[in-house]
């Protein structure tokens, strides 16, 4: 197993991990839970170049993961 190359911003690192376990995951405004946009269930991912490009962009937001890795395809 590879190790996860560092990217020098923690917060991106704690997203990427949780990705990598399952996890959907968006990005809240810094130093709150509250989602950057609207529709952030939907936009939550576990795509790592899509969460590589909004910390690129948001350096200081939070990673929020959604509930459940499932949880998107529980139709609700």
Same mark, same amino acid.
């Given at each position: ?68 890795? $499932? $949880? $998107?395809?529980?139709? $609700?």
């Amino acid at each position: 197993m590879s190790t996860p190359q560092q990217t020098g911003n923690p917060l991106l690192e704690a997203a990427l991990a949780q990705a990598r376990l399952g996890f959907h995951i968006y990005h809240a405004r810094p130093g709150t839970k509250r989602p950057q946009w609207t529709g952030y269930k939907e936009r939550a991912t576990t795509d790592e170049a899509t969460l590589t490009a909004w910390w690129t962009r948001y350096p200081h937001a939070n990673p929020m993961a959604l509930h459940s890795p $499932r $949880r $998107r395809d529980c139709g $609700r």
